[in-house]
């Protein structure tokens, strides 16, 4: 299933070569953090990091070390 995006998230994903796999592997695995104001941040800790590079293919994981950023019943 694809994450809904705004087109200001698409253009930025774009941008920044972030691709929608990518986003998907870090929904999937990254850590959330709340902050202020009902609003939550998703990023790759070293946990993260470790879960998603045992998953799914390395040459994805080494592309993705690359960018700031990663729900595909097939990963794990």
Do not use: N, Y
Not at 22 to 32: N, Q, T, W
Request: charged share 30%; net charge positive; hydrophobic share 45%.
């Amino acid at each position: 299933m694809e994450p809904l995006l705004s087109p200001h998230a698409k253009a930025r994903m774009q941008q920044r070569a972030i691709s929608a796999e990518a986003l998907e592997r870090l929904l999937d695995f990254g850590r959330e953090q709340h902050l202020a104001r009902d609003k939550d941040i998703v990023f790759f800790d070293r946990k993260a990091r470790a879960a998603a590079s045992r998953c799914r293919d390395a040459s994805l994981w080494a592309t993705m070390r690359g960018s700031a950023s990663a729900a595909s019943s097939s990963w794990c």
